[in-house]
């Protein structure tokens, strides 16, 4: 079911996707030009996809063709225990919802270099009502629970971005320069741009 979802997502904001990273990378690519600026490739990478997941999330969150109706839902936890543990239902609305927002936390921590999760969970509180306020006005539903679970997706991603750096500043020393990085995030793209081919059904790679 997330497949489908992600693949519908993934073809929907195909020309937006296109438009914007092509628009984005000539002008960051001028930007560093003009300004003599050292390019370091494993940033540019994650940059990059922090524009792919801010778009797909736009397109996740308010396509209409994936609503399942409209409503207004203010109770904490009433619409998170409708659903069997386990179930299609639970996995697609309660894990979805956490799931969604975990890259959120971790490329909003490394932005803005958080300290402190309170700035987290607030980013992540006041980002999930902005979308639910909007789905709400487009024929959605808006879902109190659904920001509980968005917000507890970005702590993971908070978690995961202390996790790594923790790590990162224990790695030998050849292995936390910038080309190790760079190397990864190039494995990392090829394979994501592999795993769109798939989903999507593209025969291009």
């Given at each position: 079911?997330f497949?489908?979802?992600?693949?519908r997502?993934?073809?929907?904001?195909l020309?937006?996707?296109?438009?914007?990273?092509?628009v984005?990378?000539?002008?960051?690519?001028?930007?560093?030009?003009?300004?003599n600026?050292k390019?370091?490739?494993h940033?540019?990478?994650?940059?990059l996809f922090f524009i792919?997941y801010?778009?797909?999330?736009f397109?996740l969150l308010t396509?209409?063709e994936?609503t399942?109706g409209s409503?207004?839902?203010?109770?904490?936890?009433?619409e998170?225990?409708?659903?069997?543990?386990?179930?299609?239902?639970?996995?697609y609305n309660?894990?979805?919802n956490?799931?969604?927002?975990l890259p959120?936390g971790?490329?909003?921590s490394r932005?803005?270099?958080?300290?402190?999760?309170l700035?987290?969970?607030?980013l992540?509180?006041?980002?999930s009502?902005?979308?639910?306020?909007?789905q709400l006005?487009?024929g959605?539903?808006?879902d109190?629970?659904d920001?509980?679970?968005?917000v507890?997706?970005?702590?993971?991603?908070?978690?995961?971005f202390?996790?790594?750096?923790a790590i990162?500043?224990?790695?030998p020393?050849?292995?936390?320069?910038d080309f190790?990085?760079s190397?990864?995030?190039?494995?990392i793209?090829?394979a994501?741009?592999i795993?769109?081919?798939k989903i999507?059904?593209?025969?291009?790679?």
């Amino acid at each position: 079911m997330f497949e489908k979802t992600l693949s519908r997502a993934i073809i929907n904001a195909l020309p937006m996707l296109i438009i914007f990273i092509v628009v984005i990378s000539v002008v960051r690519i001028c930007s560093i030009r003009n300004g003599n600026k050292k390019i370091i490739l494993h940033n540019e990478i994650l940059n990059l996809f922090f524009i792919i997941y801010v778009l797909l999330l736009f397109e996740l969150l308010t396509g209409t063709e994936n609503t399942l109706g409209s409503g207004f839902n203010i109770i904490p936890f009433q619409e998170i225990f409708r659903y069997e543990i386990g179930s299609k239902m639970f996995i697609y609305n309660v894990l979805g919802n956490i799931l969604i927002f975990l890259p959120f936390g971790y490329f909003v921590s490394r932005y803005v270099k958080a300290n402190s999760i309170l700035q987290i969970i607030v980013l992540s509180a006041i980002t999930s009502a902005t979308v639910e306020t909007v789905q709400l006005n487009i024929g959605r539903s808006f879902d109190i629970d659904d920001i509980f679970l968005n917000v507890i997706g970005g702590i993971l991603g908070y978690f995961i971005f202390i996790g790594l750096d923790a790590i990162i500043k224990h790695l030998p020393g050849f292995l936390q320069k910038d080309f190790f990085y760079s190397f990864v995030c190039i494995i990392i793209f090829i394979a994501f741009l592999i795993y769109v081919s798939k989903i999507c059904g593209f025969g291009w790679i």
